[in-house]
T-cell receptor, first 118, second 115 residues
């Protein structure tokens, strides 16, 4: 298995531009998570999906951020318009549904996308 | 709101030493606690997961303990090796755990093992 795949690995853009980050979860995983990591705030959960449906988006910082999961094998995180304070590493993680329908709690992380907004 | 704190923020020790990383959390009503490893430029790898009903978990040279009532966990690394150099993150999952709630992370301990 290739693991969680994220693209691009690095993104440099100018303030005001639209940025789209992409994630392909591990095949068969029911849950997908988006996290953001900064030096100041550490790793923060932004949003997560279950079976392509957004369950909790309370971590999304502003309306400029949006996330979609059109199918079980693809998700996007969009920032429009981008600002310098959005510069961070954005991680996607996926998790399978465990035995008996219980979440296994083991999340598998992608390598992250390092976003720099100038 | 749950807060997770890790001490120390950075640690440098000679190879072969045993060491302890600390994690504390403010809300003891957790479902489980995980320790992750993060290498530079890479994602996170889960090392150990302790359910709230457990006291410790072991994997090779790693041992993680959990004292839920006091809101603390420790990660013990025996006979440290240069390959152990990485950032170690502690994360808790709150509530009953019935849903796939996201994790609350500490800011990590940056560990360097000197050859």
């Amino acid at each position: 298995d290739a693991g969680v795949i994220q693209s691009p690995r690095h993104e440099v853009t100018e303030m005001g531009q639209e940025v789209t980050l992409r994630c392909k979860p591990i095949s068969g995983h029911d849950y997908l998570f988006w996290y953001r990591q900064t030096m100041m705030r550490g790793l923060e959960l932004l949003i997560y999906f279950n079976n392509n449906v957004p369950i909790d988006d309370s971590g999304m910082p502003e309306d400029r951020f949006s996330a979609k999961m059109p199918n079980a094998s693809f998700s996007t995180l969009k920032i429009q318009p981008s600002e310098p304070r959005d510069s961070a590493v954005y991680f996607c993680a996926s998790s399978p549904l465990g035995v008996g329908g219980l979440h296994t709690d083991t999340q598998y992380f992608g390598p992250g996308t390092r976003l720099t907004v100038l | 709101k749950q807060e997770v704190t890790q001490i120390p923020a950075a640690l440098s020790v000679p190879e072969g030493e045993n060491l302890v990383l600390n994690c504390s959390f403010t809300d003891s009503a957790i479902y489980n606690l995980q320790w992750f490893r993060q290498d530079p430029g890479k994602g996170l790898t889960s090392l150990l997961l302790i359910q709230s009903s457990q006291r410790e978990q072991t994997s090779g040279r790693l041992n993680a303990s959990l004292d839920k009532s006091s809101g603390r966990s420790t990660l013990y690394i025996a006979a440290s090796q240069p390959g152990d150099s990485a950032t170690y993150l502690c994360a808790v999952k709150g509530g009953t755990g019935g849903g796939a709630d996201g994790l609350t992370f500490g800011k990590g301990t940056h560990l360097i093992i000197q050859p």
